[in-house]
Nanobody, 115 residues
């Protein structure tokens, strides 16, 4: 099992920035970590992912504004969010995928962007 603890959400004005953190612990063997989000009434969607090899992937809606990074020594993944828009408002979930294809999720952290 992998436990994920997120932090860093909150309320910010449009155009502002936030940084989310997610620390993993437990029986690791993590191949990739990333962030997903779910807005009210919408399905959960991918925001950004990062593999242990350093490859990254972003949703088109956040490219150029969000940056995902990892500290493999600390088993921590970060999401730096800049130029935030009201449509970025959602609960953001940290995800870890093991080498065996198992998915683990954090409890979620609320990000609210006011206009």
């Amino acid at each position: 099992q992998v436990q994920l603890v997120e932090s860093g959400g909150g309320l910010v004005q449009a155009g502002g920035s936030l940084r989310l953190s997610c620390a993993a612990s437990g029986r690791l063997g993590i191949a990739a970590m990333g962030w997903y989000r779910q807005a009210p009434g919408k399905q959960r969607e991918l925001v950004a992912t990062s593999t242990i090899g350093g490859s990254t992937n972003y949703a088109d809606s956040v490219k150029g504004r969000f940056t995902i990074s990892r500290d493999n020594a600390k088993n921590t993944v970060y999401l730096q969010m800049s130029s935030l828009k009201p449509e970025d408002t959602a609960v953001y979930y940290c995800n870890a995928r093991s080498f065996w294809g198992d998915d683990f999720w954090g409890q979620g952290t609320q990000v609210t962007v006011s206009s």
